[in-house]
C-alpha cells in the first residue's frame, strides 16, 4: 500500500518534493542573473535593467507554473472531499499522481463510506418492510413531542396521510396522555380511526444526543373479539351437535308413538312399546339436561382462592378418596404453592379418575407423585392403561371418547390450572405403556 510504505520507508512524499523542487526554481532566475554578475562583472546601466527585467519575468513565469503545480492537485483533493461530504461516494481520484497517498486514504474512505451506505438503507428497508407489515401502531416523537415517524398502521389507527402527522406534536394527536401514562397497561380509548380496548407500551428514546419516545398501540380488543368469534363457533358446534343428536332421537320416537296410538285397534303390545319410548325420550332429556348443566358448571367457575398449600399433604389426601384401586404415592419433599384448595382438589380428582378408568381393564396401576420444575410445582399421575386416544380434541370441551362421558373432566381441569396460571398436559408415558397427566402451578414466592 503506498502511505504505508512511504510512511515506513521514512521517504519524502512525491508531493512534498515537488513543491520542495518548485520552490528552487522559483529563485533560480535570480541566482543565475546574480552568477552572471559575479562572472561578467558590473556591465552597463542597459543591460542591467535588460538582466533584472529576465529575471522578473523568467520569476514570475516559474511561480506561475509552481502555483499551477501545487493547487490543481489541491482543487482534485477538494472536489473528492466535497462529494464526500455531500454523500456521493461514486468518485475515486487517480492514483500514482503526486497526491498518491492522499488519494488512496480518500478512495478507501469512499468505499467504506458507500459500503456503510448501502448497508444503512438495506437495514432501513427491512425495518420499513418489518413496521409496515406490523398490526401495532408504533409511532416515534422526538424530544419536541413531534411526531417524526409511525407506520401504516398508525396512519390507520390516526385516519390521516403520512404528510398530515409528520411533524404534528403529541397534543395536537391526542397522543399527549397516553405517553404520560404508565406502561404496558390497557386501556379504553377513541382513536380517529378506531376506538375500543388498547394496550399501551412507551419506551424513552435518544437520537444525535436528544431524548424522544417510542409508543407502541396494539389493539387487543380486536384480537380479543376474534377470539371470542372462535369460541362461540366452538361452542355452537359443540352444542349444535349434542342437541341435535336428542331432538332427532326425541323426534323420531315421538312420531313413532304417535302413530302407534293412532292404530285402529290399538296393538296389544301397545302400552310396553309406549312405556319403552317414553323412557327412552326420558333418557334422553335427562342426558340433554345433564349436558347443560356441565356447561353451566365451567362457566360459573368462580376466581380461586388461593393460599398456601402443602403439596406433600394435598397429593396423599386425595390418591385415599379413590375407592377403586390402591393409588400409589410417591413420597416426595415437602412443597408449597399458592392455590385454591377445593379447586385443585377437583383438578386431580378428575385427573386421578381418568388414571384409574384406563388402568382398571388391564388390572394396573396408578401413581402419582410431585416435585419442584424450576419455579413452578409440578404434579404427575402416571396409569397403566392403553395409551392416550388418538384426538387433539382432549381438552375441548364436551369432547369425550369414553362411552357416557360427559367431555367436562379436562376441560375443567385446564380451567382450574389456568386459573392459578398454570397448566395441565396428558402425554404418553415412555418408560412403559399408559399415559401421564401433569398439572403444574407457580410456586409460592
Known amino acids: 500500500m503506498p502511505t504505508d510504505a512511504t510512511r515506513r520507508s521514512g521517504r519524502m512524499p512525491a508531493f512534498e518534493r515537488r513543491v520542495l523542487l518548485g520552490n528552487w526554481l522559483v529563485a533560480l532566475p535570480a541566482l543565475l542573473g546574480v552568477a552572471v554578475l559575479l562572472l561578467a562583472g558590473v556591465p552597463e546601466r542597459e543591460l542591467c535593467w535588460l538582466l533584472a527585467v529576465a529575471v522578473v519575468v523568467a520569476t514570475a513565469l516559474v511561480a506561475r507554473w509552481q502555483h499551477r503545480r501545487v493547487v490543481y492537485p489541491l482543487y482534485t483533493l477538494a472536489g473528492l472531499l ?34 456503510e451506505r448501502l448497508q444503512f438503507e438495506d437495514s432501513a428497508r427491512l425495518l420499513g418492510k418489518t413496521l409496515a407489515a406490523l ?44 405517553l404520560d401514562a404508565p406502561s404496558a397497561q390497557v386501556v379504553r380509548h377513541t382513536f380517529p380511526g378506531r376506538s375500543g380496548r388498547f394496550d399501551i407500551r412507551h419506551a424513552p428514546l435518544r437520537n444525535e444526543g436528544r431524548s424522544g419516545r417510542l409508543l407502541v398501540i396494539n389493539d387487543v380488543g380486536r384480537v380479543l373479539r376474534e377470539e371470542e368469534r372462535q369460541a362461540w363457533q366452538r361452542l355452537l358446534r359443540v352444542l349444535g351437535h349434542e342437541v341435535n343428536n336428542s331432538l332427532a332421537s326425541i323426534h323420531s320416537l315421538a312420531g313413532t308413538l304417535a302413530t302407534l296410538i293412532a292404530r285402529e285397534p290399538l296393538a296389544d303390545d301397545w302400552r310396553e312399546d309406549a312405556r319403552g319410548g317414553l323412557q327412552v325420550i326420558g333418557n334422553r332429556a ?77 388390572s394396573g396401576q396408578v401413581v402419582m407423585r410431585w416435585r419442584s420444575e424450576g419455579e413452578r410445582a409440578l404434579i404427575e399421575i402416571l396409569d397403566d392403561g392403553p395409551g392416550l386416544p388418538g384426538s387433539d380434541n382432549l381438552f375441548v370441551p364436551f369432547f369425550t371418547t369414553k362411552p357416557g362421558g360427559s367431555g367436562i373432566g379436562l376441560a375443567l381441569v385446564r380451567q382450574i390450572a389456568e386459573a392459578h396460571e398454570g397448566g395441565v398436559s396428558l402425554s404418553a408415558r415412555t418408560d412403559a405403556s399408559g399415559s401421564v397427566a401433569s398439572l403444574w402451578l407457580p410456586l409460592s414466592s
Do not use: C, W
Open 82 to 115: 466535497e462529494a464526500l461530504r455531500e454523500g456521493d461516494y461514486s468518485m475515486r481520484g487517480v492514483l500514482g499522481g503526486v497526491l498518491g497517498d492522499a488519494i488512496y486514504d480518500i478512495n478507501a474512505l469512499a468505499d467504506r463510506l458507500q459500503k
Open 135 to 178: 398490526d401495532s401502531a408504533v409511532l416515534v416523537f422526538d424530544h419536541d413531542a413531534r411526531l417524526r415517524l409511525l407506520n401504516p398502521a398508525a396512519q390507520r389507527l390516526l385516519a390521516s396521510e403520512r404528510h398530515a402527522l409528520i411533524g404534528r406534536r403529541a397534543d395536537d394527536l391526542a397522543l399527549d396522555a397516553l
Open 286 to 362: 335427562e342426558s340433554l339436561a345433564r349436558f347443560l348443566a356441565g356447561y353451566s358448571r365451567l362457566a360459573a367457575l368462580p376466581p380461586p382462592q388461593k393460599r398456601e398449600l402443602d403439596l406433600a399433604v394435598l397429593v396423599p389426601a386425595v390418591a385415599r378418596l379413590e375407592q377403586r384401586m390402591a393409588v400409589q404415592v410417591e413420597a416426595g419433599a415437602p412443597l408449597t404453592a399458592q392455590a385454591d384448595p377445593d379447586q385443585l382438589e377437583q383438578a386431580l380428582i378428575n385427573l386421578l379418575r381418568n388414571a384409574v378408568e384406563a388402568s382398571l381393564p388391564a
